[in-house]
């Protein structure tokens, strides 16, 4: 073992020992020396140093960076009838996030109502301020980024983006039409039945609804495409399609500078992204769960086709472990946890964290894997204990 891993520890310094390491390449027996918030060292075999952390054998990872999750919704709905306080959501949404082994989290926060999600709008104001001031506060587990979702059909979005487009934590830009027939619901028997379950509405409001919708998304989508696209030029923001269906859109999107390709529907989409060098997130519940739950293409089925680069939360932080494990079967673990770990810093332009080597943050998750599902059993970011 190298000296460093026997003198006396620093003040800041904690070791991990007796550790199966996940390196971008390769599983390792080793140490990791964690040193005033970064990795100090790697090293094969066992430390001898009293203070050593004995992991028994269990997974040491990279922190996650979950590049796409809606999960802040969920605590400010909990149910359809009861918001609950901003700030009190936000911070419960950090603790899971934290307990997941989610160190970095992109919020996926919704510009623009298409009529059925008359609450997001004020989620996102919400959630702009929370996610501001409670960085600036430093009380968070996670580090949170932004990731503006911009429904291109919806008429208010231009008004919501304006504020939020220069602020200093947007991590990602997505492009998004959640318009009736078209991408995740272009199944219109799948969408009328969900509007049904999930409104007040009755049969003659919906099929009006929809018809307004259509005609709304005639009008807007295409100059609010270019108006997003104008605005994030040059800035070296990554910029992400929504759902795509069809290869031609993949080839449009890619010529216009979006590099990403968010839970495309079908095969054929995702097929070209990969042939276009378009990088595709999936959908981690999509892999825990065995398919979509919109009916569309088997995430794991994208997995075996080599066109998945990164695993995204979506709506269940506990997902993103679980599945790469999962997808382990297929590609091997190093590469299963790189779509959590490196490939997702990478897309985001976060060349810090990601990987167990000298010089990156600390972000670690101790992992034990359980009768086939991976058990969070310790999280440090920055070194330091959140979970």
Same mark, same amino acid.
């Given at each position: 073992?190298? *000296?460093?891993? %026997?003198?006396?520890?620093?003040?800041?310094?904690?070791?991990?020992?007796?550790?199966?390491?996940?390196? #971008?390449?390769?599983?390792?027996?080793?140490?990791?020396?964690?040193?005033?918030?970064?990795?100090?060292?790697?090293?094969? &075999?066992?430390?001898? %140093?009293?203070?050593?952390?004995?992991?028994?054998?269990?997974?040491?990872?990279?922190?996650?960076?979950?590049?796409?999750?809606?999960?802040?919704?969920?605590?400010?709905?909990?149910?359809?009838?009861?918001?609950?306080? =901003?700030?009190?959501?936000?911070?419960?949404?950090?603790?899971?996030?934290?307990?997941?082994?989610?160190?970095?989290?992109?919020?996926?926060?919704?510009? &623009?109502?298409?009529?059925?999600?008359?609450? @997001?709008?004020?989620?996102?104001?919400?959630?702009?301020?929370?996610?501001?001031?409670?960085?600036?506060?430093?009380?968070?587990?996670?580090?949170?980024?932004? %990731?503006?979702?911009?429904?291109?059909? *919806?008429?208010?979005?231009?008004?919501?983006?304006? #504020?939020?487009?220069?602020?200093?934590?947007?991590? /990602?830009?997505?492009?998004?039409? %959640?318009?009736?027939?078209?991408?995740?619901?272009?199944?219109?028997?799948?969408?009328?039945?969900?509007?049904?379950?999930?409104?007040? /509405?009755?049969?003659?409001?919906?099929?009006?609804?929809?018809?307004?919708?259509?005609?709304? @998304?005639?009008?807007?989508?295409?100059?609010?495409?270019?108006?997003? +696209?104008?605005?994030?030029?040059? @800035?070296?923001?990554? +910029?992400? =399609?929504?759902?795509?269906?069809?290869?031609?859109?993949?080839?449009?999107?890619?010529?216009?500078?979006?590099?990403?390709?968010?839970?495309?529907?079908?095969?054929?989409?995702?097929?070209?992204?990969?042939?276009?060098?378009?990088?595709?997130?999936?959908?981690?519940?999509?892999?825990?769960?065995?398919? =979509?739950? =919109?009916?569309?293409?088997?995430? /794991?089925?994208?997995?075996?086709?080599?066109?998945?680069?990164?695993?995204?939360?979506?709506?269940?932080?506990?997902?993103?472990?679980?599945?790469?494990?999962?997808?382990?079967?297929?590609?091997? +673990?190093?590469?299963?946890?790189?779509?959590?770990?490196?490939?997702?810093?990478?897309?985001?332009?976060?060349?810090?964290?990601?990987?167990?080597?000298?010089?990156?943050?600390?972000?670690?998750? @101790?992992? +034990?894997?359980?009768?086939?599902?991976?058990?969070?059993?310790?999280?440090?970011?920055?070194?330091?204990?959140?979970?």
């Amino acid at each position: 073992m190298s *000296a460093i891993l %026997h003198r006396a520890p620093a003040a800041r310094e904690t070791i991990l020992t007796h550790a199966r390491l996940i390196l #971008p390449d390769q599983e390792l027996d080793g140490t990791l020396v964690l040193r005033d918030g970064l990795i100090a060292d790697v090293q094969p &075999g066992r430390a001898h %140093h009293p203070s050593a952390v004995d992991c028994g054998g269990e997974v040491l990872m990279p922190g996650v960076v979950d590049v796409h999750t809606d999960n802040l919704e969920r605590q400010v709905m909990p149910r359809s009838n009861a918001r609950w306080p =901003s700030r009190s959501a936000f911070l419960s949404h950090d603790a899971q996030c934290a307990v997941a082994g989610v160190t970095t989290v992109l919020d996926a926060l919704c510009l &623009g109502d298409l009529g059925f999600d008359v609450e @997001r709008g004020k989620t996102f104001e919400d959630g702009v301020r929370d996610i501001t001031a409670l960085t600036a506060e430093g009380v968070l587990k996670v580090e949170h980024l932004l %990731h503006l979702r911009c429904e291109l059909p *919806a008429a208010d979005m231009p008004v919501l983006l304006d #504020p939020v487009a220069e602020h200093p934590l947007v991590a /990602m830009v997505s492009l998004m039409d %959640h318009s009736p027939g078209v991408g995740q619901y272009r199944d219109l028997v799948r969408y009328r039945a969900m509007r049904l379950r999930t409104t007040r /509405m009755n049969e003659a409001q919906i099929e009006a609804r929809i018809a307004e919708l259509l005609e709304q @998304r005639a009008r807007l989508r295409e100059p609010q495409r270019r108006m997003v +696209l104008d605005r994030f030029a040059g @800035r070296g923001v990554p +910029l992400a =399609s929504h759902d795509d269906e069809m290869p031609a859109e993949v080839a449009r999107n890619a010529a216009d500078g979006i590099m990403v390709s968010e839970f495309p529907v079908t095969m054929e989409a995702a097929a070209e992204a990969a042939r276009l060098g378009v990088a595709v997130i999936a959908g981690a519940p999509n892999i825990v769960r065995g398919g =979509s739950h =919109s009916g569309n293409v088997a995430a /794991m089925d994208l997995v075996r086709a080599g066109a998945v680069d990164v695993l995204a939360s979506d709506y269940v932080p506990p997902a993103l472990i679980e599945a790469a494990f999962a997808m382990a079967e297929v590609t091997g +673990l190093p590469a299963a946890i790189a779509t959590i770990t490196a490939n997702a810093a990478d897309m985001c332009r976060l060349q810090d964290r990601g990987r167990l080597a000298a010089g990156q943050r600390a972000d670690i998750v @101790r992992v +034990l894997p359980h009768q086939g599902i991976p058990v969070i059993r310790a999280v440090w970011r920055g070194g330091e204990r959140v979970a």
